[in-house]
């Protein structure tokens, strides 16, 4: 492999060791459930609750189109620019910085952001899908943010999607679309064979066995 290749690679598909970003995976696991869950209780409810993943996008995550009364609302997570940026189709936009900062204060300032663009949102705090949850008006132990590791998770993701978006064309049958799972924080595709799928064992905490 040429030098030239070998940085286009390193470029491309950047180097990200757990070990070194562990506690800023733990908090933007955390403020992706927070966005998750608007797109929860802000879109009606789809098969396989597609209607709540979040997509990839040239910026970062982002939710699908939501309601809000009757404007389209929008969440998007941007690993450019490093902030939560909120969009209405009425014109209207709000933005929460991403920098190191506990759930709780991130849980806050998403919600004034909401309340300041007329977006009435309810959600459960409740994490899902991690051992000892804490709430998220109540955790202040994620507080870690790494904007570098961000951004590489974020260019890591774009290049499994494309992968992956390759993989599910090739498929005739029903399959999902290639989406980000905030409960999990997971990039994900599935194919339906059509036959009766075996009874998935539960026992994920917080997270009903129905939904499994």
């Known amino acids: ?6 940085v286009a690679t390193r470029e491309l598909w950047p180097a990200l060791p757990l070990e070194e970003w562990r506690d800023t995976y733990a908090t933007l696991h955390m403020w992706t459930q927070v966005v998750g869950k608007l797109a929860l209780g802000l879109s009606p409810l789809t098969n396989h609750y597609w209607n709540t993943a979040l997509q990839i996008t040239p910026h970062g995550l982002a939710t699908l189109p939501l309601t809000a009364d009757h404007r389209s609302v929008t969440a998007t997570f941007d690993f450019v620019a490093h902030q939560l940026v909120l969009e209405c189709s009425d014109g209207r936009d709000a933005t929460v910085s991403l920098e190191p900062r506990p759930v709780a204060e991130f849980y806050r300032r998403v919600m004034d952001a909401l309340a300041r663009l007329d977006v009435s949102a309810r959600i459960w705090t409740m994490p899902v899908e991690v051992p000892n949850p804490i709430r998220f008006e109540a955790d202040t132990v994620h507080r870690s943010y790494d904007p570098a590791a961000a951004r590489a998770c974020w260019q890591l993701l774009v290049q ?20 980000f799972w905030w409960g999990s924080f997971d990039l994900a595709h599935t194919r339906f064979s ?19």
């Open 160 to 179: 499994i999607k494309r992968v992956l978006e390759v993989f599910r064309s090739r498929f005739v049958g029903k399959t999902s679309p290639v989406h």
């Open 194 to 212: 059509g036959h009766p799928a075996p009874r998935h064992p539960g026992g994920i905490p917080n997270l009903a066995d129905f939904v499994t």
């Open 1 to 6: 492999m040429s030098v030239t290749t070998d």
